[in-house]
């Protein structure tokens, strides 16, 4: 496994899609940035299922990529 230094939501491995889960939630400025950049965010329930929490996660969910 290789290291290299990241720039925020620009990393990335080839074609691969980022997704981010959280237990809590997210701050509405970190959901609207997420947005902005699509990137897809999930919530866990108190079972670990994962529900979207944005349209870029909609999207992720409904297309399968």
Do not use: I, K
């Not at 939501?9 to 947005?35: H, I, K, Q």
Request: glycine share 12%; charged share 15%; aromatic share 10%.
């Amino acid at each position: 496994m290789s290291c290299f230094p990241c720039q925020g939501a620009e990393c990335g491995y080839g074609s691969a899609t980022s997704v981010f889960f959280s237990l809590p939630g997210y701050a509405p400025d970190a959901a609207a940035r997420a947005d902005g950049l699509g990137m897809p965010l999930f919530v866990l329930d108190r079972a670990g299922t994962p529900r979207p929490v944005n349209s870029p996660a909609d999207e992720l969910l409904s297309t399968g990529a």
